[in-house]
């Protein structure tokens, strides 16, 4: 075989991924679905869109081999095909975050809006874990908590936070976290304690990243 028709072939193939991650839709799914599994219909509600385009969009990222579905009754259960995938998306998402001036503005003037003054990253949170006290909260619904969650970390949904506040022990840093940089739950939690007077921060990583860096969260 012609060597240019090799490669042309290989990355014909490779295309495949990139083609399925050039939507902002299909970026956002495997987005979500970094947390757990989730059904067709479950999805569409959390991206607001119908669930024949939610399909669709799932259907693309299947034949990329980025999802992996199984069958649960009348619903098809959709799910992250492997860490490889979790990596690829973190790789797409810090580049921006990097490359992309209009990206690093969106982020900025979300910040101010949601007043997010203060945010650690996951090495941060070993650090400062040594010299105070520090407990740490996840504030996404319990199902994604118990599809996997930060080592140590207390489950304490943001519908419940309120509610749970006198949970908190007191003279401890609180540290939120969320499904990662793009996440507005563990901003939400933040602002809450900061209005009950508890010292609060928003970690900018989540389960993803967690899950990812686990061995070096391990070592430390």
């Not at 609180?174 to 970690?203: E, T």
Request: hydrophobic share 35%; with cysteine; glycine share 4%.
């Amino acid at each position: 075989m012609p060597t240019e028709t090799l490669k042309e072939q290989v990355y014909r193939e490779l295309s495949r991924a990139t083609h399925a991650l050039s939507n902002p839709k299909r970026l956002e799914l495997l987005d979500i679905l970094s947390n757990k599994e989730w059904s067709v219909e479950e999805l569409s509600k959390e991206i607001s869109m119908s669930v024949a385009s939610t399909s669709q969009h799932l259907q693309v990222l299947k034949l990329a081999k980025l999802v992996n579905t199984r069958r649960e009754g009348n619903f098809i259960i959709y799910s992250i095909s492997d860490d490889s995938v979790l990596r690829l998306v973190s790789v797409v998402r810090d580049l921006g975050f990097r490359k992309y001036a209009e990206v690093d503005k969106l982020i900025n003037d979300f910040k101010s809006d949601k007043k997010d003054l203060e945010s650690i990253t996951l090495e941060t949170l070993i650090t400062r874990s040594k010299k105070e006290k520090i407990i740490l909260i996840d504030v996404r619904p319990e199902e994604e908590y118990n599809a996997g969650h930060i080592e140590h970390a207390v489950s304490i949904p943001l519908s419940q936070l309120k509610k749970r506040v006198h949970e908190l022990p007191k003279g401890k840093t609180v540290v939120a976290y969320c499904r990662g940089p793009l996440c507005v739950m563990a901003v939400d939690a933040v602002n809450i304690l900061k209005g009950k007077n508890i010292k609060a921060l928003r970690m900018e990583d989540g389960y993803t990243e967690w899950k990812l860096k686990q061995k070096v969260f391990s070592k430390n």
